[in-house]
């Protein structure tokens, strides 16, 4: 599981006493209310090469459409901030949003080797056969779809319901799934 977790990434400057407009990458931007500091992953200098980590203290959040507005302490003109264009924000593992039971946050999930519940059985019996691996989590606004890339190259999209994800264990990188009737045509 990695260390830290991508929360935004900062689309533009805003105004000229140090603000920044953020993309939120999180399905909770409100979160950033509570942001006491951010690692921000910014470019070396004279370079694109995005190379190192920075952490800085917010100072006020605030909302505008679909971006939020951050103003970090100490970056009090719009030259501190102008090189943080396309960087991206995270927070720690520690600093994340607590999770509810059944809940996952999709860097967690993305790499999952996915079985049948039909093949888990298989499995049991020494003859596994795997479904194929978590590449992309789509996110439509229902439920999410889980992207699962087949050993062929194919695709197979499986909603995540409780009727289709049986089982999610992140200590084997596995996840249990049933297939619902046309998923594989």
């Known amino acids: 599981m990695q260390k830290i977790l991508r929360v935004g990434a900062v689309t533009t400057t805003h105004g000229l006493a140090g603000e ?7 399905d909770d931007p409100a979160r950033f209310r509570r942001l006491k500091s951010v690692l921000i992953e910014t470019r070396a200098a004279g370079t694109n090469d995005l190379s190192t980590m920075r952490e800085l203290e917010v100072e006020r959040v605030r909302f505008f459409k679909n971006l939020v507005i951050v103003k970090f302490r100490g970056l009090d003109r719009i030259e501190d901030v ?3 264009r396309g960087c ?4 720690t593992r ?6 509810e039971e059944g809940e996952y946050f999709i860097a967690d999930l993305l790499g999952l080797q996915v079985y049948t519940d039909e093949d888990w059985r298989r499995e049991q019996n020494s003859t596994c056969f795997l479904l194929g691996e978590l590449t992309d989590v789509l996110q439509t606004g229902a439920n999410d ?5 087949l050993d062929d190259g194919r695709q197979v999209l499986i909603p995540a319901i409780r ?3 049986l089982d999610v264990n ?6 249990l799934v049933h297939l619902l009737e046309g998923l594989l045509e």
């Open 20 to 26: 920044v407009k953020v993309f939120p990458t999180t």
């Open 170 to 175: 992140l200590e084997k990188g596995t996840m």
């Open 145 to 149: 779809v889980y992207e699962v890339t």
């Open 88 to 91: 991206s924000l995270y927070v």
């Open 163 to 165: 009727q289709c994800i």
């Open 82 to 84: 102008e090189g943080f």
């Open 94 to 99: 520690e600093n994340a949003v607590r999770l």
